[in-house]
């Protein structure tokens, strides 16, 4: 396996591989930030909405992804953009639920106390639902960027000849193990530094609310 990787660094393929994945995988994260946050909001600012469209949300939560890999690739062929949307719809239903069951979950008393003040629906959102559910997304956020890697690895599979993904399948295809268990620790090590990045940041928020001001 160090021989497998000093070979690929020294042409420069395993980082360029390793590159294409990360950018995806970023990429995708954003995406499901972005557009996760917008829905939740949604949601909570319209209950009518809401009560049509989360038990469709559910069903698509529930839904196995890697059955749905095969159909991007024909609606939308094989190039990056697929990759990209393969990882968001891994990690974009989960969030919108988990993030508007939190919204839902807020201190009702809190809520009371606005509403008695003479505020209105913004306040509500600004002042304490969203303060509230600061740590809960946090923690969304450390789950989906793993659940990101993984729906890109899934693209990768099935229709890509760039990233990880690729070179584990090829490798297995090959019967070049060596390549296969290479692809499987640099995943291993890219998922190890999405983490900490990200509980690093939840503990400077954690330290700067705790702090005495």
Not at 15 to 20: A, E, L, N, P, Y
Not at 62 to 77: E, Q, Y
Request: glycine share 8%.
């Amino acid at each position: 396996v160090a021989a497998c990787f000093l070979d690929m660094a020294a042409d420069g393929s395993i980082f360029m591989h390793t590159g294409v994945t990360v950018l995806e995988t970023i990429a995708s994260f954003l995406i499901v930030v972005v557009c996760g946050l917008g829905a939740a909001l949604i949601l909570w600012s319209l209950p009518g909405v809401s009560a049509v469209l989360e038990p469709y949300l559910v069903v698509l939560n529930s839904l196995p992804k890697s059955a749905l890999a095969p159909l991007l690739i024909v609606w939308l062929g094989a190039n990056m953009r697929t990759i990209i949307t393969a990882g968001v719809s891994v990690a974009i239903f989960g969030m919108i639920l988990n993030l508007y069951t939190g919204f839902q979950q807020t201190d009702p008393e809190k809520i009371k106390l606005i509403r008695t003040l003479q505020g209105n629906r913004r306040d509500e959102l600004f002042k304490v639902v969203l303060p509230g559910t600061i740590p809960l997304f946090i923690s969304i956020l450390k789950v989906n960027i793993g659940l990101c890697l993984v729906g890109v690895i899934i693209g990768e599979f099935i229709g890509s000849r760039m990233g990880l993904g690729y070179l584990i399948i090829y490798g297995s295809q090959t019967f070049q193990l060596n390549l296969v268990i290479t692809g499987i620790v640099i995943l291993c090590i890219i998922a190890l530094l999405l983490y900490l990045a990200l509980a690093l940041a939840e503990r400077r928020y954690l330290r700067r609310i705790r702090s005495p001001r």
